[in-house]
T-cell receptor, first 115, second 113 residues
Framework: AQKITQTQPGMFVQEKEAVTLDCTYD???????LFWYKQPSSGEMIFLIY??????QNATEGRYSLNFQKARKSANLVISASQLGDSAMYFC????????????FGPGTSLSVIP | GAGVSQTPSNKVTEKGKYVELRCDPI?????LYWYRQSLGQGPEFLIY????????DSGLPNDRFFAVRPEGSVSTLKIQRTERGDSAVYLC???????????FGPGTRLTVL
């Protein structure tokens, strides 16, 4: 069964606008962690943001915020004030169980920022 | 260097050959992960080490794939009798014991002809 679902294979956003990238996950664990990574065309994987399942506040890192809805098993990434350099693949990922367990990635969403 | 390094950056081999891919994690990171990424897809988990031992190798596709980390730092992913379907970018990542973040290397692009 698919553990991480990203239903948007491709997204477009106007420069300076906000965009939401969707992610839903499937786990029966109570303790887990959720990640978002960015992968530009250069191929490097860049960590963006992390949310623990017990964190009550939504995680934020600069222009990135994670809209965590635990009951819906949803962990959407919100990018505010999009920049041309935000054009990349974005992957949602989940670590199940205690810290250090394996991390499963979703299929990714390709984001294109239009000037 | 301060980051995760992987060698070689590119490897071209012939079907049936044996290859070794190396990962140097960030110093002090006890957890090390191997992933395989095919074009247009997300990274696929292969194996995870905590220290010297493989804590989870459930992602290794078959017994042609093997990985070691004998001293708890450098890791080698070994692929025997390579097949064309093994062609992909192999990514390595490391993290502290209680990771909220994985630090990825640049990857090794493996091409099996």
């Amino acid at each position: 069964a698919q553990k991480i679902t990203q239903t948007q294979p491709g997204m477009f956003v106007q420069e300076k606008e906000a965009v939401t990238l969707d992610c839903t996950y499937d786990t029966s664990d109570q303790s887990y962690g959720l990640f978002w990574y960015k992968q530009p065309s250069s191929g490097e994987m860049i960590f963006l943001i992390y949310q623990g399942s017990y964190d009550e506040q939504n995680a934020t890192e600069g222009r990135y915020s994670l809209n965590f809805q635990k009951a819906r098993k949803s962990a959407n990434l919100v990018i505010s004030a999009s920049q041309l350099g935000d054009s990349a693949m974005y992957f949602c990922a989940m670590r199940e169980g205690t810290a250090g367990d394996k991390v499963i990635f979703g299929p990714g969403t390709s984001l294109s920022v239009i000037p | 260097g301060a980051g995760v390094s992987q060698t070689p950056s590119n490897k071209v081999t012939e079907k049936g050959k044996y290859v070794e891919l190396r990962c140097d994690p960030i110093s002090g990171h006890t957890a090390l992960y191997w992933y395989r990424q095919s074009l247009g897809q997300g990274p696929e988990f292969l194996i995870y080490f905590q220290g010297t031992g493989a804590a989870d190798d459930s992602g290794l596709p078959n017994d042609r794939f093997f990985a070691v980390r004998p001293e708890g730092s450098v890791s080698t992913l070994k692929i025997q009798r390579t097949e064309r379907g093994d062609s992909a970018v192999y990514l390595c990542a490391s993290s502290p014991f209680a990771p909220n973040e994985q630090f990825f290397g640049p990857g090794t692009r493996l091409t099996v002809l």
